[in-house]
């Protein structure tokens, strides 16, 4: 087979410099045929090894009689199947490059976020156990946001995956940025739309701040890949060899290394920095309500005598004045504050621990000096009995009846309702 390096010579003699095929042929000691067929190719000439039978080739037809049934059978399952006794590895191969005219390709585009439109939330589970007080520790969520065009990173480390948490750690990282996009992208995730339709917490949330919860379609990671590449550079970046004194150490180092590394890099798909774009970003996002949108865990219960209210898992003492009225409890992620007809009537920092108990001592000490003047009422009253109960002079208890109690004892049956009008009878009034 001729070099390449001869078939550019032989192109070169023949059209730049009109040499003959015979004298092409007698300088480079080859024969003419071989000048000619240099001559009538347009392309440099390619060494093809001979095509070489596989082992694989016997076995093709089972492999594809199995693929028609189960297009996405494993290729571990499929040699047990054919009895496969050679290496894996070629038929892996074979197996990766037909499976496709059975399962069928699932091409994935492009997008383009157009400034302020998208911002993706998704919840990070990072396989830590953080220390809650208490002695426990606990493997908490994590709540990321990415932002579609400029990439811009944000997270918060969150208590519990309840409605009210996921909302209040949106809302703090919204306002940490200062303006919201026109739409938040959200998986189903139970507490903003597990069944399908946004809740009606996370839809007051968003009209409040005039934007919109749009829910990915069911099984589909791709529709928030910007938010899943962004975990996965979490759990590969920001974790590993780290260690964590709380939640609230956990997210004061997530947000230094955020700051001082994740939106500062290069980022390759946008060919930019992500605190650079967040300058166009923000211009085209909305601007923030002048009111807080609701967030947090809140309920409405009546105080019993044991003066707590739970919130999650946990406790908190109450004023014990409030007994057996109705009060506003509010969570954020980090107090619980209790409120009585506007006012506040307890206030704790929010215990992240499970089964936990919180009092305050000064609701302990007024819960007792209440106790105290309740059975000190209980008895001067019962003091007052005592003097209002007659006695014999040997000093025992004088048993008091009613008076029907006489009546039945004598079998006297007394009505004292007139029949009709009395009249006198004079003749009453004369002695005998």
Known sequence: MIKVEDWAEIRRLHRAEGVSISEIARRLQI????????LSSDRPPKYQRPARGSLVDAVEPRVRALLVEFPRMPATVIAERI?????LTILKDRIRKIRPEYVGVDPADRTIYEPGEITQCDLWFPDVAIPVGAGQARKLPVLVMAQGHSRFLSGVMLPSRQTGDLLSGMWQLIAGVGRVTKMLVWD?????GGSGRVTGPAAAFAGTLATRIRLAPRHDPEFKGVVERGNGYLETSFLPGR????????????DDWLTRRANTRRVRSVRARPVDLLEVDYAAMLPLPPMDPPIGLNTRVRLG???????D??????????????????????????????????RHERSW????????????????????EFHERRRAHQRSVDRQTRHHTDGHTVVLRALPDYDALFGVEFDPTPAGPAVHDASEDIPS
């Not at 009895?83 to 290496?87: A, I, R, T, Y």
């Not at 260690?243 to 997530?254: E, H, I, M, S």
């Not at 946990?314 to 409120?339: E, K, Q, W």
């Open 353 to 372: 621990a499970k089964q936990g108990v919180i009092t305050d001592r000064a609701h302990a000490a007024t819960a007792k000096e209440l106790r105290h």
């Open 313 to 346: 898992t946990s406790d908190y003492s109450v004023d014990p004045r409030c007994i057996g009225r109705y009060l506003d409890v509010t969570a954020s992620l980090a107090h619980v504050t209790v409120f009585c007809d506007g006012q506040v009537v307890a």
């Open 243 to 254: 260690r964590f004194t709380g939640p609230q150490d956990f997210n004061a180092q997530l």
């Open 31 to 38: 024969s003419r045929n071989t000048v000619r067929s240099a």
């Open 305 to 311: 005598r044991d003066y707590y209210v739970r919130v």
């Open 83 to 87: 009895e496969w006794p050679h290496s």
């Open 188 to 192: 189903r995730e139970a507490g903003i």
